[in-house]
């Protein structure tokens, strides 16, 4: 049996970190808009070594989340400012780069997921619990005169103005939309984990490109790392088949005795690296954000980054319409889908290009990447157009 509901303006399919904040976001600007899930939200049971998923966040994406009312409800010890970059190539190339208002300013913040994500839950749960709907699918989607039907798996449907895919990587939504999306491996896994130092890593987020390869580790709090090992899929399935001391020697091997011994205090994952393209972002009263709409490399860390940045447009598109149109006007949809697709653009090449300058081990290239590592690290005005750009 089919139940009717009041009508919305938005609806969100995916209940992460940047569909749940920009359902927050429209809340309580009091747009009618409802968040769905096909998951339940599980309670994030912090573990005592911190998760190895974790999130660089710059600072326009914690601007965002404090909108959301998010970011004021995590747990601040668990919490890591980012107080300086390191960058070694792997001849005698090197860059830092530090935020503009001086060592005791952060250029952002290393934050868990789970502890992002259950901030954001018990916020909603608090300011409007009606917001959330998990455990329930989309199951049809019919235009109608001024909006879009909406018919759930447990029999609901809502008549909406606008439709949000934050579904992910591989959104059925963006595929029941019919917006093809293109996926381009790097031939790379990403192995992550976490480690204990022997030293103190003083907020400063340091990256190695080996031959071939790209590690990062990211300082948290207290003695901590985590490592993300950016590694051709061969040896990154090497790297997991190893003991958790192989890996660490190995892990030290190419960073050397900086931070100290290094011991492994988390169970190690991995997950393939891909760009992920859309033809298009939007489609008749519907708007992708987030994973759904763009995958890029993680070696600069702004994957969330960027999808927050897609949900600030996003609202702050909607909340600015004025009287006239309605949340589905595709002319909004056109002017989001205008301010996103370039910066997006730019990023993937940037990152993607980078992936493939610093893990080509060409003797020519090497002598490039690390002459113009040293090049910009001499250069502070650009140094500072980096960070700045970096946290816009």
């Known amino acids: ?67 959301a009312g998010g970011w004021q409800d995590m747990d601040r010890t668990r919490i890591q400012p980012i107080l300086g970059m390191n960058v070694q190539g792997d001849r005698d190339g090197r860059l830092s780069l530090a935020p503009d208002g001086g060592q005791t300013s952060p250029m952002g913040w290393i934050v868990e997921a789970g502890t992002m994500l259950s901030a954001l839950h018990r916020h909603q749960k608090r300011v409007a619990p009606e ?32 439709v949000v895919a934050a579904d992910g990587l591989h959104s059925t939504l963006r595929e029941r939309f019919g917006i093809p999306a293109y996926f381009s491996p790097y031939g790379h896994r990403a192995v992550v984990a976490n480690y204990r130092i022997g030293g103190h890593h003083g907020g400063v987020a340091r990256q190695w490109f080996v031959p071939g390869e790209v590690i990062a580790l990211l300082p948290l709090p207290g003695q901590r790392v985590s490592l993300v090992w950016s590694a051709q899929s061969d040896h990154a399935q090497a790297l997991l088949a190893m003991s958790p001391e192989q ?17 492994e205090i988390s169970v190690p994952a991995d997950f393939e690296l891909r760009r992920m393209n859309v033809a298009r972002w939007i489609a008749s009263r519907f708007a992708l954000v987030g994973d759904a709409a763009h995958g890029v490399h993680p070696m600069a860390g702004q994957g969330l980054n960027l999808g927050l940045q897609d949900a600030a447009c996003l609202a702050d598109t909607l909340l600015e319409r004025g009287p006239g149109p309605d949340c589905g006007d595709r002319s909004l949809l056109r002017r989001y889908e205008r301010a996103r697709r370039e910066p997006v653009a730019v990023m993937q090449g940037l990152t993607g290009g980078l992936a493939h300058l610093f893990s080509a081990s060409r003797s020519q290239w090497g002598w490039a990447r690390n002459w113009g590592m040293n090049r910009l690290e001499r250069c502070s005005w650009l140094k500072h157009e980096l960070v700045r750009y970096a946290n816009r």
């Open 1 to 67: 049996m089919i139940r009717r509901t009041p009508p919305l303006e938005v609806m969100i399919v995916g209940a992460g970190i940047t569909g749940l904040a920009l359902g927050l976001v429209l809340h309580q600007k009091g747009v009618r808009v409802k968040v769905i899930d096909r998951q339940p939200l599980p309670e994030f049971v912090a573990p005592p070594e911190f998760d190895q998923r974790i999130y660089a966040m710059s600072l326009a994406s914690e601007g965002f989340l404090r909108r």
């Open 131 to 162: 917001l959330l709907e998990t455990g329930v699918t989309v199951s049809a989607v019919h235009e109608k005169e001024g909006g879009l039907e909406v018919h759930l798996s447990h029999g609901q449907c809502w008549q909406t103005r606008l």
């Open 247 to 263: 890996r660490a020697h190995a892990l030290q091997q190419q960073v050397g005795y900086e931070l100290g011994l290094l011991e």
